[in-house]
C-alpha cells in the first residue's frame, strides 16, 4: 500500500511538473511575440518617446482585456461548440450560443472602439489607422512564419519515418 502511495503521488507530481514546464513555455513565446510586436509596431508607427510613454499603457490594457474575452469567454465557447453534435443541438440551444457569441463579439468591437478613442488624441487619427495596418501585417506574418515552422516540421518528421 505504502508503495502505491509513493507511486501515485510521483504520477502526480511528475503530472503536475510537466503541466507547469508547458504553461511556462507558452507564456515564454507570447514574451517573445509580445517582445517583437513592440518593436514592429514602434518602428510601423515611428512614436515619439513622449508618444510612446503614452501609447503603450493604453495599447497594453486593451490588449489584456482583449486576451482576457478571447481566453475566457470565446474559447471556451468554441470548444462547446467542438465537441457537440449539430444534428442533435436544439434551435433554443442554438439561438442561446449565437447570442452569446454575438454578445462577446460586441465586446470586442467595444474595446476595439474604446482604443481608437483613447488613442486618439495621444498618436492622432493618422497613426491609429497606421496602427490598424501594422496589427494587420504584424498577424500575417506571424501567421506566416508559424506556417512555415509546421512545414519544417512536417518534413522533418517525414525523413525521419524515411531514415529508419
Not at 495599447?59 to 482583449?66: G, L
Not at 496589427?135 to 531514415?163: A, C, H, W
Amino acid at each position: 500500500m505504502n508503495k502505491i502511495m509513493k507511486l501515485k503521488n510521483l504520477v502526480m507530481l511528475l503530472l503536475l511538473c510537466s503541466v507547469t514546464v508547458f504553461a511556462q513555455e507558452h507564456k515564454e513565446k507570447r514574451e517573445q511575440i509580445k517582445a517583437l510586436k513592440v518593436s514592429y509596431f514602434t518602428t510601423e508607427l515611428n512614436l515619439t518617446s513622449d508618444e510612446a510613454a503614452k501609447f503603450w499603457p493604453v495599447y497594453n490594457s486593451f490588449e489584456e482585456k482583449q486576451f482576457e474575452l478571447r481566453h475566457n469567454k470565446i474559447r471556451p465557447l468554441l470548444q462547446k461548440l467542438d465537441d457537440s453534435n449539430f444534428d442533435k443541438i436544439s434551435d433554443k440551444e442554438a439561438n442561446t450560443y449565437l447570442a452569446e457569441i454575438q454578445s462577446n463579439e460586441e465586446e470586442l468591437f467595444g474595446l476595439r472602439r474604446k482604443l481608437i478613442n483613447e488613442l486618439k488624441p495621444i498618436i492622432g487619427p493618422v497613426k491609429v489607422l497606421r496602427l490598424k495596418k501594422a496589427e494587420d501585417n504584424f498577424n500575417k506574418q506571424l501567421l506566416s512564419k508559424m506556417r512555415g515552422k509546421n512545414r519544417e516540421v512536417r518534413i522533418n518528421e517525414r525523413q525521419k519515418i524515411r531514415n529508419r
